[in-house]
C-alpha cells in the first residue's frame, strides 16, 4: 500500500510540475507540515508507512481523490487488496466505498452510506432547480420584449414550483434520515435555513 501512495506522489507531482520542496509547502499551508525528507523517504521506498492524515492531505495537494493513491485505476487490471488475496481494481475500489456486490448483499436495504449518496443527490437537484430559476429571473429582468419578458417569467414560476418540490423531498429525507438516528450532514449555505428549521422541530 505505502508503494502504490509513493508511486501515485511521485508520478502526479511530476505530472505537475512540483518539487518535493513544493509538496512540503503546501502540506503545511493545509496546518498538517509533512517534511520534505518525509515525502523523500516515501518516494525512494525508504519509508514503509504513510497514516491516513498523510494520505488525505497528500491527496488534496495533488488534486486527486484518496482512493486512486491507493487503488490507481486504469493502470492494471487486478492488485493485491490483503495478503495472498487480488481482484479486479474495480472491486478493489468498490469493497473499500462500500459498492461491492458482496457488501451490499450483507447490509439492509436501506444502508447510512446509500442514505447520504440519496441525500448528495437531493441536495444537487435543488441547487440545479434553484440556479436554473435564478438565471431565468435574471433574464426577465433584463428582457426588453413584454412577450419575451412574459415567457421567461412562465418559466421561473413553474422553476420555482419545482425547486419548492426539491426542496420538500431534501427536508422529507433529512427527516427519514433523523427518524432512523441517523444525523444528515451540514447543507451548503444556500440551504442552511433547512437546517435552522430542523432544529426548531
Not at 448528495?120 to 441547487?127: D, Q, R, T
Not at 426539491?166 to 440551504?191: C, G, H, K, T, Y
Amino acid at each position: 500500500m505505502t508503494a502504490r501512495v509513493a508511486d501515485a506522489l511521485r508520478a502526479r507531482r511530476k505530472e505537475l510540475g512540483l518539487s518535493a520542496q513544493d509538496v512540503t509547502d503546501a502540506c503545511a499551508a493545509l496546518g498538517y507540515p509533512i517534511p520534505r525528507t518525509v515525502i523523500a523517504n516515501l518516494e525512494s521506498g525508504r519509508r514503509a508507512s504513510v497514516d491516513v492524515a498523510e494520505l488525505l492531505v497528500l491527496a488534496e495537494v495533488l488534486g486527486v481523490p484518496p482512493i486512486t493513491m491507493l487503488f490507481p485505476l486504469g493502470t492494471a487490471p487486478t492488485i493485491e487488496v490483503l495478503p495472498g488475496r487480488e481482484v479486479s481494481m474495480w472491486d478493489a475500489v468498490a469493497w473499500v466505498t462500500g459498492e461491492s456486490r458482496e457488501e451490499a448483499m450483507k447490509a439492509p436495504t436501506q444502508t447510512v452510506l446509500n442514505m447520504f449518496r440519496e441525500h448528495g443527490i437531493l441536495v444537487s437537484v435543488a441547487m440545479l432547480s434553484r440556479e436554473l430559476g435564478e438565471e431565468k429571473r435574471r433574464e426577465a429582468a433584463l428582457a426588453r420584449d413584454p412577450e419575451h419578458r412574459a415567457k421567461f417569467l412562465d418559466m421561473v414560476a413553474e422553476l420555482d414550483r419545482i425547486h419548492a418540490r426539491d426542496i420538500q423531498s431534501l427536508r422529507n429525507w433529512r427527516a427519514r434520515m433523523r427518524e432512523l438516528e441517523v444525523v444528515p450532514p451540514a447543507l451548503p449555505d444556500e440551504f442552511a435555513y433547512l437546517e435552522s428549521s430542523e432544529t426548531a422541530q
